[in-house]
């Protein structure tokens, strides 16, 4: 009686010990994951805004990311936004770079699942430099393109609604930042 009372002790200290030690190596993992996603993130924003010293996020959701990128002096020199939406097939993430003024800075497709081979028409810089200086107003000079038009359409509609929401909705009041 004895021996089956130490034998079961023994195995719930056991399996506390082994519950202890998965709870501590996960989170140490998952702090890991984490630090890796933000360097993820800080280089793709970087891509978009190449003068950005440090980037601070705005708004987080799940299909509209905001960040507002600042120079060495802490000063705001752009905003980003990342926003997801279906394509002809699949969820497309595009990224989205513009000044203060509204003026799109820089466009790129993040994640995309898109048709094989069509995908270069709209991730071709022939298409997506046709956004760059131009605003929300100028949008309907993008020209699309043969042959990838619904993911193209995508590509249009996200940078629409993201400087849209940017300047008229909930993240800026009246285009104006309050810091």
Known sequence: ?????????????????????????????????????????????TSLEPQADSFSSLIKGNVLDYWVAYDADQKPIAYIFVKEYEGYRDLMEVAVGVDLN???????????????GFDRLYLADSFLSQFRGKKES??????????????????????????????????????????
């Open 1 to 45: 009686m004895i021996k089956k009372i130490f034998s079961v002790s023994f195995l719930i200290l056991l399996s506390f010990l082994f519950f202890l030690i998965l709870s501590i190596s996960f989170n140490f993992f998952n702090g890991f994951k984490e630090k890796r996603l933000v360097q993820a993130t800080y280089s793709k924003l």
């Open 138 to 179: 100028e949008l309907n000079q993008v020209s699309l393109v043969t042959g990838a038009t619904v993911s193209a359409q995508t590509v249009k509609h996200i940078v629409k609604e993201g400087i849209d929401r940017l300047f008229r909705n909930e993240v800026l009041i009246g285009g104006d930042a309050e810091w």
């Open 102 to 116: 509204g003026v799109i800075q820089q466009v790129e497709v993040w994640k995309q699942n898109e048709t094989p």
